[in-house]
Every structure is written in C-alpha cells, then in structure tokens.
C-alpha cells in the first residue's frame, strides 16, 4: 500500500532557528498537504500543494512529485511553532480521490 | 474551504457499549472521510461515507464494528459498536471541496473506553 516517511522523527531548535522538515512518500501522489497537530490533537491544515513551490507566512512548502517528496521549511523558529508536524499524500483522480494517507509526524520543540 | 463540527468532544464509555460520534459540515459536500488515530501513531483512514450509499470501508475495518450513516450533504455519524479499550483514540471526520487540492478535518472525538 502507499507509505509516506516523515524525517527527522524529532527535532530540537532554539528560537530563532530554522528548519526543515521531509517527507517521502512510496507511490505517485497528486498532492501534498501539511498538517499541524496541537497538543490536543486537533489538526491545523498549513499547506497544500501538489508540485512545487508555496508560502504562506514562515512557512514554505517545497513538492517534488516526479521524485516523490516533499519539504516544510520554517523560518525563524518560535516557541509557539513546538508540536507534530504531519504530512499526508493524496490523489486527486481515480478511486482514491479524497483519501490521505499520513505520515507518523515530526515533533518539533523549540527551546528559548 | 469547509468547516467541520464534530460532537461530542470527548467521550468516556464503558466496554460493550455503543457510541455515536457526529459530523457536521458548513457546506454540502459530496464525501466524507473518517480517520482513526491512535496515540502516538498516524492517523488512519477508516471509511468513506457518500450521501445515499452504504460507506466503503478500507482494510481492518467494518460495516458491523464501524457503522457509519450519511444522510445527506452536510452530515455524518460515525457509531462504535461494543466498544473496546483498544477502541480508545481520537476519531476525525473529514472532507474537502470538489476539485480543491485542500482537504478539511474536524476537531477530532477523543474516545476512551474502560
């Protein structure tokens, strides 16, 4: 079945700093969509995009779909931005229209 | 964009019992999805529910375990029959608009059963 692999599993920063988060995913995709989750489980939709290159804020979304993988870049880390980042491959077209499939996340933590 | 409700929040059952989980959407929409998540874990898509047919259900799932009804463009209910410790996660209704590369999540029912 589809896969998607999220690195790093985790990653620690100071404020200020930026990072970048990767996603890879097994099979072709159409589109790419970023999710932030709180602490309380809900999810945040961030970014979507099925190839290229989007921004909104600090955040950059970067999709390679030829080569199956995808990027979140943040800049300028705050502590606010701490949580698990998910990233989730779709199809547009055919019987899978609609459905995601989700990677296991990046929990990011940044420190003062 | 679409905005989904989900009621309850959160629920705390007892083994064997059956809960239902609704969703509401501010708009119609022609599918929606349920997705499972277990702590820690990704989460997991469980079934989709188009208004007027039976849901179709995606591997480890069931119709009997799982029901799920869709009467119409706005609304969902996802029930948890004879519900089980191992039940226990977060479930998230979800949709997207029609030919939107964005897809949209309610808040998530946090079920515990004990």
């Known amino acids: 079945g589809q896969q998607v692999q999220q690195s790093p599993a985790s990653l620690v920063l100071q404020e200020g700093e930026n990072a970048e988060l990767q996603c890879n995913f097994s099979?072709?995709?159409?589109?790419l969509q970023w999710f932030y989750q709180r602490p309380g489980g809900s999810l945040v939709s961030l970014l979507s995009n099925p190839s290229g290159t989007k921004h909104t804020g600090r955040l950059t979304s970067t999709t390679v779909t030829k080569e199956r993988r995808g990027s979140l870049h943040i800049s300028s880390s705050q502590i606010t931005d701490s949580g698990t980042y998910l990233c989730?491959?779709?199809?547009?077209?055919?019987?899978?229209?609609?459905?995601?499939?989700f990677g296991h996340g990046t929990i990011l933590r940044v420190h003062p | 964009s679409v905005l989904l409700y989900q009621k309850p929040n959160r629920d705390i059952c007892q083994s064997g019992t059956s809960l239902k989980i609704q969703c509401v959407a501010d708009?119609?929409?022609?599918?929606m999805f349920w997705y499972q998540q277990f702590q820690e874990q990704s989460l997991m898509l469980m079934a989709t529910?188009?208004?007027?047919?039976?849901?179709?259900?995606e591997s480890g799932f069931t119709k009997d375990k799982f029901p799920i009804s869709r009467p119409n463009l706005t609304f969902s209910t996802l029930t948890v029959n004879n519900a089980r410790p191992g039940d226990s996660s977060i479930y998230f209704c979800s949709s997207r608009d029609w030919g939107q590369y964005e897809q949209y999540f309610g808040p998530g029912t946090r079920l515990t059963v004990l």
């Open positions: 529910a188009n208004e007027g047919s039976e849901a179709t259900y």
């Open positions: 708009s119609q929409v022609v599918s």
């Open positions: 989730a491959m779709g199809r547009n077209t055919g019987a899978n229209t609609g459905k995601l499939t």
């Open positions: 099979s072709t995709a159409t589109r």
